[in-house]
């Protein structure tokens, strides 16, 4: 499902969910993501044409943490505009860590092993 935002970031802002309840992205089941980001890969032109916006951010707050306030998991279609003042989606978490290529590695491979766990 898709709807506009009740407290939109920009004209157009909005929201993609999925029917039935998850509470985060890594509750989703691999089928249903994949078609939220169908949806979200259809939707956004149309949107972006509707608005006359320029270009969109598109993304998803998967937890409290990360500023998700609705516990439903659902992605963000937001219209930009040319000198709209918005920023990029680089700035969303504050402060951008200091890692060495050491560091960086070790954070790869962790992932890795991860993904293998995973079957």
Not at 36 to 47: F, N, V
Not at 53 to 65: E, I, K, L, P, R
Not at 78 to 84: G, L, M, S, T
Request: cysteine-free.
């Amino acid at each position: 499902m898709a709807f506009l935002d009740v407290n939109p970031l920009s004209e157009g802002h909005t929201l993609v969910i999925p029917k039935e309840h998850y509470d985060t992205l890594t509750d989703l089941p691999e089928d249903h993501g994949a078609a939220l980001m169908r949806t979200i890969h259809r939707l956004t032109p149309e949107i972006e044409a509707a608005v006359d916006a320029d270009a969109s951010t598109v993304g998803f707050n998967n937890g409290v943490a990360a500023g998700q306030e609705i516990e439903h998991v659902h992605g963000h279609i937001i219209p930009r505009f040319e000198k709209d003042g918005g920023r990029p989606i680089h700035a969303v978490a504050g402060r951008n860590p200091k890692l060495s290529d050491d560091e960086l590695d070790e954070i790869a491979a962790d992932i890795e092993d991860a993904l293998g766990e995973m079957g």
